[in-house]
């Protein structure tokens, strides 16, 4: 089992920035690729982001790409997503999730972490 916890979501105005850290624990050599997705009211959710572990390779949605940065920090166990430029279109529950292989589907993910909110106001 891997255990995933998010944390740094907040309030933010419109242009500003969050990072969002998820820490890992537990069986984390099982970790390939660390995802980031998000899921705004009434919507599916989303991929935002992912890294493997190994390489560092990143892969982004169209929508964040230049804005959002995912980074990892091997040594703790920790990924970390930077979000610049904020647009209130950012504004949902942003999750973490660890899984085998790259994968921009929900469903490639075995482990998620419980979300922090992220709301972007103008």
């Known amino acids: 089992q891997v255990q995933l916890v998010e944390s740094g979501g907040g309030l933010v105005q419109t242009g500003g920035s969050l990072r969002l850290s998820c820490a890992a624990s537990g069986r984390t050599f099982n970790m390939i690729v660390m995802g980031w997705f998000r899921q705004a009211p009434g919507k599916e959710r989303e991929f935002v982001a992912a890294i493997t572990w190994s390489g560092g390779t990143t892969y982004y949605a169209d929508s964040v790409k230049g804005r959002f940065t995912i980074s990892r920090d091997n040594a703790k166990n920790t990924v970390y997503l930077q979000m610049n430029s904020l647009e209130r279109e950012d504004t949902a529950v942003y999750y973490c999730?660890?899984?085998?292989?790259?994968?921009?589907?929900?469903?490639?993910?075995?482990?998620w972490g419980q979300g922090t909110q992220v709301t972007v106001s103008s």
């Open positions: 999730a660890s899984g085998p292989r790259y994968s921009r589907y929900v469903s490639s993910y075995n482990y």
